[in-house]
């Protein structure tokens, strides 16, 4: 199965950015959809983004269009989540997760991925 770990969360002011990494490992993630998630405090975890494992579609929940940015770096075997104007309300732990399915636009619910990285907190205060 493949393993995955979570990078670069942190604190940020209200506007300003962070790059989250899902890194894999005990197998290459290169055929897999991957997948980033959020879950804030007494909150479901929600959908954010999502990339083909070829990694030429894309997926976005409407919060996250035109502010995120997800991509894939087959060679180092990660997917970024580049997050831009971050607003308060998305203080949240962010998990990535992925799964061989292919059909990324219907896969927005937490249950219909096998695999999750333990997340990483992201803050952004006002």
């Known amino acids: 199965q493949v393993q995955l770990n979570e990078s670069g969360g942190g604190s940020a002011q209200a506007g300003g950015s962070l790059r989250l990494s899902c890194a894999a490992s005990?197998?290459?993630?290169?055929?897999?959809?991957v997948g980033w998630f959020r879950q804030a405090p007494g909150r479901e975890r929600e959908f954010v983004a999502a990339?083909?494992?070829?990694?030429?579609?894309?997926y976005y929940a409407d919060s996250a269009k035109g502010r995120f940015a997800i991509s894939r770096n087959s060679a180092e075997n990660t997917v970024s989540l580049q997050m831009n104007s971050l607003e308060p309300e998305e203080t949240a732990v962010y998990y990535c997760?992925?799964?061989?399915?292919?059909?990324?636009?219907?896969?927005?619910?937490?249950?219909?991925?096998?695999?999750w990285g333990q997340g990483t907190q992201v803050t952004v205060s006002s």
């Open positions: 997760a992925a799964d061989l399915r292919r059909a990324i636009a219907a896969m927005t619910k937490p249950l219909m991925w096998d695999y």
């Open positions: 005990g197998r290459s993630f290169s055929t897999y959809s």
């Open positions: 990339i083909s494992g070829s990694g030429g579609i894309t």
